[in-house]
């Protein structure tokens, strides 16, 4: 029994099916190799080839609690947070950890103890002058949740830094 392939092109749904397949056919095996005549800059929707500035360069620093204090984003500045003596720049965040965002007394500051007990009260902060909190206190499920938190800002923001003792550098 042998098999028989006859190709009908007598209907126009056919034909028009067997036009695109050949057109498709010729546009993969023989591809426009013509160059643009201009690099593109910019896509009609409102995506930048190119970005209009430089992102500003960020230099892996030792901190201090009060050299990391000036970073609290106020005047429009970089803000930047400890958790861990993992220093954060979460200036991207600002809307968060800006002067008036809901995370604003972390700017600035270590936040490990506050990020860890999931409170957001400057109780939760250790004042500048004194020694780091070595945060010895907590509960395995605390510690468990600031891990969570270093995980997270590790991913959505650029580690900038190390946190020290005042004194230390």
Not at 96 to 102: C, H, R, V
Not at 150 to 158: G, L, M, P, Q, V
Request: include cysteine; aromatic fraction near 12%; proline fraction near 7%.
């Amino acid at each position: 029994m042998t098999m028989a392939f006859t190709l009908q092109l007598g209907t126009p749904v056919n034909t028009a099916l067997f036009l695109f397949i050949l057109y498709s056919v010729q546009r993969i095996v023989f591809p426009s190799i013509s160059k643009p005549k201009s690099i593109p800059r910019e896509f009609k929707a409102g995506y930048s080839w190119m970005p209009k500035t430089h992102p500003p360069t960020v230099l892996f620093k030792t901190f201090t609690p009060k050299t990391l204090e000036p970073f609290s984003g106020k005047d429009g500045g970089r803000i930047l947070l400890a958790i861990n003596g993992i220093v954060f720049d979460v200036t991207a965040g600002r809307n968060f950890y800006g002067p008036n965002g809901m995370y604003g007394n972390f700017a600035g500051r270590d936040a490990s103890r506050g990020m860890a007990k999931q409170s957001f009260d400057i109780e939760m902060l250790t004042p500048i002058d004194q020694p780091l909190d070595k945060l010895t206190d907590l509960q395995a499920d605390e510690i468990d949740n600031m891990r969570g938190w270093i995980d997270h800002f590790s991913n959505k923001y650029i580690i900038c830094g190390k946190l020290v003792e005042n004194g230390a550098i």
